[in-house]
């Protein structure tokens, strides 16, 4: 939807593109050697913590009656199961 110069994108279409924008990163620094971790990580924070897409994934969870992940409260890490 275009209003008034304004292009609206869907929440679905903002996180899918993010998605897509992650894998290509990952791809790419997979492909050149990963020497630097550190510099992908980066990059992807600046793609995954866009002000848009973390509006559209708090809209979609709430929708789909998901909490949305608390920035103070971190998800811990899983465990290896054996």
Known sequence: MNIAG??????EE???RAMRDAQLLLREHIERAPG???EA?????E???RQ?????????CSEYGLRPLDRQHPVPKQRNRR
Do not use: G, P
């Open 14 to 16: 903002l996180i899918v």
């Open 47 to 49: 793609i995954l913590d």
């Open 36 to 38: 630097d971790a550190e």
């Open 52 to 60: 848009t897409v973390v509006a559209a994934t708090n809209r979609l």
């Open 6 to 11: 304004f292009v609206c994108i869907a929440d």
């Open 41 to 45: 990580i980066s990059q992807l924070m």
